[in-house]
Nanobody
Framework: VQLQASGGGLVQAGGSLTLSCVAPGSIFRGSPMGWYRQAPGKQRELVAAMTSGGSTTYADSVKGRFTISRDNAKNMVFLQMSSLKPEDTAVYYC????????WGQGTLVTVSS
């Protein structure tokens, strides 16, 4: 069973997208969950995280533009992205923060200038 991220696409700079991820309960329940991204030629980075209790952290590069949320009843985590920039172009993944499981396919976000 894999983590399944969806909602990516092509958007113009300044636009918005919302990503969704369904996680296996064994990974999701009680775990801090995060959204990661990997741009071409760069390392994967954590951009937003949320504990099961609702505490959040964000990378400086997305603070004020991205909002992470989760639905504990459905084992889902979301990432609302606004004021998108070309440098946000990447494949986005969700995963546990403390002990990441096998990475799913991710969802591609492309921001055109």
């Amino acid at each position: 069973v894999q983590l399944q991220a969806s909602g990516g696409g092509l958007v113009q700079a300044g636009g918005s997208l919302t990503l969704s991820c369904v996680a296996p309960g064994s990974i999701f329940r009680g775990s801090p969950m995060g959204w990661y991204r990997q741009a071409p030629g760069k390392q994967r980075e954590l951009v937003a995280a949320m504990t099961s209790g609702g505490s959040t952290t964000y990378a400086d590069s997305v603070k004020g533009r991205f909002t992470i949320s989760r639905d504990n009843a459905k084992n889902m985590v979301f990432l609302q992205m606004s004021s998108l920039k070309p440098e946000d172009t990447a494949v986005y993944y969700c995963n546990a923060v403390r002990a990441p499981a096998s990475w799913g396919q991710g969802t591609l976000v492309t921001v055109s200038s």
